[in-house]
């Protein structure tokens, strides 16, 4: 007779004696059912996800103390005993199951093959819809929660560091914060921001301080439903540890986006801008003053990435930021003859390259020097597409790249170009600004003119598509309709002459000599001979537009040749631009495209 002790079935049995088995499998149902109203309940208030993983810890620990006591205890007729052991009950004394035991587990069971089913059927379902959505995600401005005035770069930082490690990612198209920048404080509601984007999620974020330690808040939401697929907090106690979380957050991103990251990807996210902290701090603190975009901000900007290198000179972004303050200063600000800043802006480029040759950026601004400054074509080509494989989503990079296309006559590209950056950052009117500039180059009028009126939509008092317009009425013949926005340009700028960019001064300048108003067209030049004096930039091509219009050429033509030797930043729209139309069957200006070495082009 076998020996019942070593009986392998006798400790199931005794697990059902103590209707131990009916417990947990009643148990597990139960838990089921709290997790999934959990994750719902979590979802629909955006609750961190937090919370569900401390459920199921809670849910754990409650079934070992669950079964420990379905061991020990039973309840009875006269109450809850301690279970007997197995040889102090005679056989006709073993329990019964009872009608409503049997009826609860067996609900328990078909509600576990229910919510097991349910979950792997709505999984597959949730998996298969984000399979089919464009991966197209915009960072919304983070907001800052702290008093502290003096830390908010840490929240600008937040934002764009885990843009640009969206940004790395193939499998994603990342809106540029150009656009996003709309939505700051915005009481828009998600599904119609995911529209004017043009992006199928959003990443919503904040930050504050608490005792030393930054917190961050990040939602990920399908923005059509506005879902939430993401909601963690996370800490940042050291601020040695805020690489790893913001590594964490694109990864948590990309992971519930279902996107695989290549280890290539992988490396750029996980990879630190700088060893030392101090300073990544002055790098923060110098791009939270250029987005100020003011001229006092841009030299506060190259003041802390000046510190920012001292402090770690193997730090390429702080060398490429550094070379596109310069750059973005000396278009928009102080233009200053291209010898006096462009080669050491060129050199902080190639050093940033040489530090680390997968910086898009870096090859975007290459591609910018080459062409603005130095003439080199096919350098600037080379470089412009480099910096697109290796950053696609940089906005600014790619209207350049565009405005390049458009100069050398290669329109179908540029509008091409300028399409697929609109889909990109659809809320940034230098987009369309860029857009329009080469349609209308390509012949395409009306088409230009829709995309000015969508930019002026975005900015009514956009400079850049008044300036076009007056251009694109004087290109028509339409003098006083173009000059009608010379009127709204000074609106613009106060009515102060001595503000308003000399190139938009230039056009309205030659449009009204054509129209025989030649006092006022002879003011404006004396207003650009004067900022050539006092500045000390002499402007050549724009003085050229101006005499072109009071019938001077030669005089104009002396210009451009003396713009040619200076290489005079407006030079190289001398191959499209139509305010030199009047000069083009001139040998002296054939002489100077060709200098020039302009490339032939189909278009």
């Not at 499998?171 to 540029?176: C, M, P, T």
């Not at 939602?219 to 601020?239: F, G, P, R, T, V």
């Not at 108003?517 to 002879?522: D, G, L, Q, V």
Request: proline content about 3%; glycine content about 4%.
């Amino acid at each position: 007779m076998p020996d019942k002790s070593k009986n392998p079935f006798r400790f199931f049995q005794e697990l059902r004696r103590r209707k131990v088995i009916r417990v947990i499998t009643i148990y597990c149902a139960a838990a089921f059912v709290i997790i999934e109203v959990t994750n719902n309940i979590a979802d629909s208030l955006h609750l961190p996800d937090e919370i569900s993983k401390w459920v199921v810890i809670a849910l754990a620990l409650g079934l070992i103390i669950t079964i420990l006591l379905s061991w020990i205890f039973d309840i009875t007729p006269e109450g809850i005993q301690k279970t007997k052991h197995l040889e102090e009950v005679k056989t006709e004394h073993m329990p019964v199951s009872s009608n409503r035991w049997k009826i609860a587990t067996y609900a328990s069971i078909v509600v576990i093959i229910a919510l097991i089913i349910f979950n792997i059927f709505s999984g597959s379902i949730r998996a298969v819809r984000l399979s089919r959505i464009e991966k197209s995600i915009a960072v919304l401005p983070f907001r800052y929660l702290s008093n502290d005035s003096s830390q908010v770069h840490f929240c600008m930082g937040m934002q764009d560091e885990i843009l640009n490690d969206l940004s790395s990612v193939g499998a994603l198209s990342v809106r540029s914060r150009t656009s996003t920048e709309a939505y700051k404080d915005s009481d828009i509601t998600i599904p119609v921001i995911g529209e004017e984007l043009n992006a199928n999620f959003l990443v919503e974020g904040s930050v504050g301080f608490e005792n030393n330690i930054i917190k961050v808040w990040i939602q990920l939401i399908i923005a059509e439903k506005d879902e939430h697929l993401l909601s963690n907090n996370y800490q940042i106690e050291e601020l040695d540890d805020i690489f790893a979380v913001q590594s964490k957050i694109a990864r948590d991103i990309a992971g519930k986006l279902e996107v695989v990251l290549t280890s290539e990807e992988i490396n750029i996210i996980d990879k630190k801008p700088t060893d030392n902290i101090e300073a990544y701090i002055q790098m923060l603190i110098g791009d939270y003053e250029l987005n100020k975009l003011t001229e006092d901000s841009f030299w506060k900007a190259i003041d802390h990435y000046r510190k920012a290198i001292e402090l770690d000179p193997s730090s390429a972004k702080a060398y490429s930021h550094l070379a596109f303050a310069y750059l973005y200063l000396g278009t928009w600000f102080v233009p200053s003859p291209s010898d006096e800043y462009i080669p050491e802006v060129k050199s902080y480029v190639l050093k940033s390259l040489e530090l680390n040759n997968n910086l898009g950026e870096a090859y975007y601004m290459l591609g910018d020097i080459n062409y603005i400054h130095e003439w080199d074509w096919n350098a600037a080509e080379k470089n412009f597409s480099k910096g697109l494989d290796l950053n696609p989503d940089f906005a600014w990079g790619r209207i350049e790249y565009a405005n390049f296309l458009t100069s050398m006559r290669r329109y179908d590209e540029s509008v091409k170009l300028g399409k697929e950056t609109i889909d990109l950052s659809p809320q940034d009117p230098n987009t369309y600004i860029e857009l329009a500039f080469a349609l209308w180059h390509n012949g395409e009028n009306e088409k230009a003119l829709q995309v000015i009126d969508k930019c002026l939509e975005i900015d009514p008092d956009n400079r850049q598509a008044t300036w076009l317009l007056i251009t694109y009425y004087t290109k028509l013949g339409e003098y006083n309709k173009a000059l009608s926005y010379w009127e709204k340009m000074k609106e613009i700028f106060d009515n102060e002459i001595k503000d308003i960019p000399v190139f938009y001064i230039a056009s309205s300048a030659q449009v009204m000599g054509f129209l025989g108003r030649r006092e006022e067209a002879i003011s404006l030049l004396n207003e650009l001979n004067r900022r050539a004096v006092e500045e000390g930039y002499e402007h050549k091509v724009p003085q050229a537009w101006i005499y072109i219009g009071l019938g001077e050429k030669e005089k104009a033509l002396d210009l451009l040749e003396q713009g040619y030797i200076n290489r005079d930043l407006w030079m190289i729209f001398l191959n499209i631009a139509i305010e030199a139309d009047p000069l083009r069957s001139d040998e002296r200006f054939k002489a100077i495209l060709e200098k020039m070495n302009f490339p032939e082009t189909s278009n």
